[in-house]
């Protein structure tokens, strides 16, 4: 079994950006309505939000935040490195590098639609 998940956005590019250049995942796939990016076993599908059905559940309403209810956990081997990389490129922090009571070290970060993303170690 497998878990691939699939984010929708208004903008693919400055989405697809974010994942390559922030989250450091490949561009595979491309078109004008979808996007598909790898890591190993990670795969993040973006597909332009336009383009479901006005009657599709994942489709957000006017003012409506999308992500909501669901925070994407990735694992790194090294998260001192990764968090200094992120830093280092400007992107914005929503919560800095820190050890958590369960005993992880994370940083969060939203990406350029909201949704919430959690940096961990492996």
């Given at each position: ?7 929708f956005t208004?903008?693919?590019e400055k989405t697809?950006?974010f ?6 995942l490949t561009?595979?796939r491309?078109?004008?309505?979808y996007a598909?990016l ?5 795969e993040?599908g973006?597909?332009?939000?336009e ?8 489709k957000a309403?006017k003012?409506e935040r999308?992500g ?6 990735i694992?790194v081997?090294d998260?001192?490195?990764k ?13 800095v590098l ?9 940083f969060?970060?939203l990406?350029?639609?909201?949704y919430y993303i959690?940096?961990?170690e492996a």
């Amino acid at each position: 079994m497998r878990l691939r998940m699939e984010l929708f956005t208004s903008d693919i590019e400055k989405t697809v950006q974010f994942y390559k250049d922030i989250i450091g995942l490949t561009l595979v796939r491309t078109s004008q309505t979808y996007a598909e990016l790898v890591y190993e076993t990670v795969e993040i599908g973006i597909g332009l939000l336009e383009a479901l059905p006005d009657r599709h559940p994942l489709k957000a309403q006017k003012g409506e935040r999308l992500g909501l209810g669901v925070e994407i956990v990735i694992e790194v081997p090294d998260i001192e490195k990764k968090y200094k990389e992120v830093v280092e490129s400007g992107y914005p922090i929503d919560e800095v590098l820190s050890q958590q009571e369960w005993g992880s070290t994370d940083f969060r970060l939203l990406d350029p639609n909201g949704y919430y993303i959690r940096i961990t170690e492996a």
